[in-house]
């Protein structure tokens, strides 16, 4: 599976716009990109996920480069609850459903 | 509908012993999986299944055992319980892998300590 590069740690206000940017380079035609979150001491949490158009849902927009080599997880107005280290992941369209989790960006919604 | 359930939340045990991880979930779902998570790091994968009787080694699979004799149970075995598995584990589940769009449901964690 491709690799993903994410910087280490980001701040936010809190109710400005949270972007967190991630790096696949090597992404294969097939492969999607998923993000998750995890709050602190929970299970991971599905987000969003893209192939090569923009997608937006309830909790955040996904923005993916024309190239398919980065891409951009946005949440629109971040709450203090938004406050989560945040995993980009990509995975084939097919076979088993494995994620391969780096160290993810950590990012802090400050009052 | 309780998702993903792991028991228990917390476990102590000492070098040498054994204990088994349990997971259950209620959503049907084909695929099951275990992760591991050591402070400061992402997660990884230890075993997974496609579906009741098929299991698989993941990234870390050397000291744990894994069965699926029904959809809806999963349990991690560690045989011999070293410090080097103090961690966090994770359950998570999700529909066929054949189905793109299928997010990963993840349980709330057991936190073991190998003294």
């Known amino acids: 599976d491709a690799k993903t590069t994410q910087p280490p740690s980001m701040d936010c206000a809190e109710g400005r716009a949270a972007n967190l940017p991630c790096n696949h380079s090597?992404?294969?035609?097939?492969?999607?990109v998923y993000w998750y979150r995890q709050i602190h001491s929970q299970g991971p949490q599905y987000i969003i996920h893209?192939?090569?158009n923009n997608e937006t849902n309830e909790m955040a927009s996904l923005i993916i480069t024309e190239d398919r080599k980065s891409s951009t997880l946005i949440l629109p107005h971040a709450t203090l609850r938004d406050t989560a280290v945040y995993y980009c992941?990509?995975?084939?369209?097919?076979?088993?459903?494995?994620?391969?989790f780096g160290t993810g960006t950590r990012l802090t919604v400050i009052p | 509908n309780a998702g993903v359930t792991q028991t228990p939340k917390f476990q102590v045990l000492k070098t040498g012993q054994s204990m088994t991880l349990q997971c259950a979930q209620d959503?049907?779902?084909?695929?099951m999986s275990w992760y591991r998570q050591d402070p400061g790091m992402g997660l990884r994968l230890i075993h997974y299944?496609?579906?009741?009787?098929?299991?698989d080694q993941g990234e870390v699979p050397n000291g744990y055992n894994v069965s699926r004799s029904t959809t809806e149970d999963f349990p991690l075995r560690l045989l011999s319980a070293a410090p080097s598995q103090t961690s966090v584990y994770f359950c998570?589940?999700?529909?066929?892998?054949?189905?793109?769009?299928?997010?990963?449901?993840f349980g709330n964690g057991t936190r073991l300590t190998v003294t």
């Open positions: 998570a589940s999700s529909y066929s892998t054949d189905r793109v769009h299928s997010p990963l449901h």
């Open positions: 090597t992404i294969s035609g097939n492969e999607y």
């Open positions: 893209g192939l090569k």
């Open positions: 992941i990509v995975r084939p369209l097919t076979g088993a459903n494995n994620l391969f």
């Open positions: 959503m049907n779902h084909e695929y």
């Open positions: 299944s496609v579906g009741a009787g098929i299991t």
